[in-house]
């Protein structure tokens, strides 16, 4: 995940959104679990969040507001994101995919490609292919006409 990329421009605002974001999808299920939490930890150590507003996402995660990202890339890096965390303890739970479609709708994502998207980046991560990997790919579904 281009995480770094984001700390390497330096968009605080956008950073702290994306870490809401994989706050409220971890809890889009009623549970946060030790994996979630440790996945979650880790990508906010990435963008140089502290420990105290991890902690403040964590309990009022409404406390920061949605920033939308600035290009698809950005977009795909997101929901490759949110897509590994719902992943993360192995249980596809329904509320966590709405959470993950609605965000790419949020994004606006076309609704038209969003369940082709979400469906290809579920098939990396399981076929455990990096973003990386993949990005050139992903990009493509998001620019079909």
Same mark, same amino acid.
């Given at each position: 995940?281009? /995480? =770094?990329?984001?700390?390497?421009?330096?968009?605080?605002?956008?950073?702290?959104?994306?870490?809401?974001?994989l706050v409220a999808l971890a809890?889009?299920?009623?549970?946060?679990?030790?994996?979630?939490?440790?996945?979650?930890?880790n990508v906010a150590t990435e963008?140089?969040? /502290?420990?105290?507003?991890?902690?403040?996402? $964590?309990?009022? &995660?409404?406390?920061?507001?949605?920033?939308?990202?600035? !290009?698809?890339?950005?977009? $795909?890096?997101? =929901?490759?994101?949110?897509?590994?965390?719902?992943? =993360?303890?192995?249980?596809?739970?329904?509320?966590?995919? $709405?959470?993950?479609?609605?965000?790419?709708?949020?994004?606006?994502? &076309?609704?038209?490609?969003?369940?082709?998207?979400?469906?290809?980046?579920? !098939?990396?991560?399981?076929? !455990?292919?990096?973003?990386?990997?993949? $990005?050139?790919?992903?990009?493509? /579904?998001?620019?079909?006409?």
């Amino acid at each position: 995940m281009s /995480t =770094i990329e984001l700390k390497n421009r330096g968009d605080r605002k956008k950073m702290m959104s994306h870490v809401r974001n994989l706050v409220a999808l971890a809890y889009a299920d009623g549970k946060f679990s030790d994996e979630e939490k440790q996945y979650v930890a880790n990508v906010a150590t990435e963008v140089g969040m /502290t420990a105290d507003e991890m902690k403040q996402i $964590i309990n009022d &995660p409404e406390c920061i507001r949605f920033v939308m990202p600035s !290009n698809d890339i950005e977009k $795909i890096e997101q =929901i490759y994101d949110l897509i590994l965390l719902m992943m =993360i303890d192995g249980d596809l739970d329904e509320n966590e995919m $709405i959470f993950c479609r609605a965000m790419a709708i949020k994004m606006k994502i &076309p609704y038209q490609i969003v369940d082709e998207l979400v469906a290809k980046v579920i !098939n990396f991560i399981t076929d !455990n292919f990096y973003i990386e990997d993949v $990005i050139g790919e992903l990009e493509k /579904t998001m620019n079909k006409d």
